[in-house]
């Protein structure tokens, strides 16, 4: 039996959402979507997943304070953090690396690159 990956979307846009969705289908990754930061943090202090897809520009607060949040208290020790983000400043990699971010990939990125990655941080490539 194949194992399932739970996986959450930190993503607040629908477009965005349902290209993961038709990506990652191919996966064996069950996906979970918050879209906010209330609800990121939320939905991770419920259940560890097994990687989290993070958008650093969300409606309520920005993606670096949901890690905060979460990684003060050890709510994602152990678990793999790809930032997906439109920014491309060098600050927002170097704030990445200062908060154990595992991988960062900039919007638009290509499907292909996107199933390597994941398959990485995974395991499954």
């Known amino acids: ?39 990121a943090i939320a939905m991770l202090t419920q ?25 003060a208290d050890g709510k994602l020790e152990g678990v793999p953090v790809l930032v997906l983000t439109s920014h491309t400043e060098t600050a927002h990699r170097v704030i990445g690396r200062m908060q154990d971010v595992t991988a960062y990939m900039t919007k638009p990125f290509l499907p292909s690159e996107l199933l390597d990655k994941i398959g990485q941080l995974l395991g499954l490539a």
């Open 1 to 39: 039996m194949t194992r399932t990956y739970d996986v959450v979307s930190v993503e607040d846009n629908d477009t965005v959402f349902a290209l993961l969705e038709a990506v990652l289908e191919e996966l064996p990754i069950a996906l979970r979507r918050a879209s906010t930061g209330a609800e």
């Open 47 to 71: 259940a560890k997943p097994d990687l989290v897809l993070l958008d650093i520009t969300l409606p309520d607060m920005r993606g670096w304070d949901v890690l905060d949040r979460l990684s």
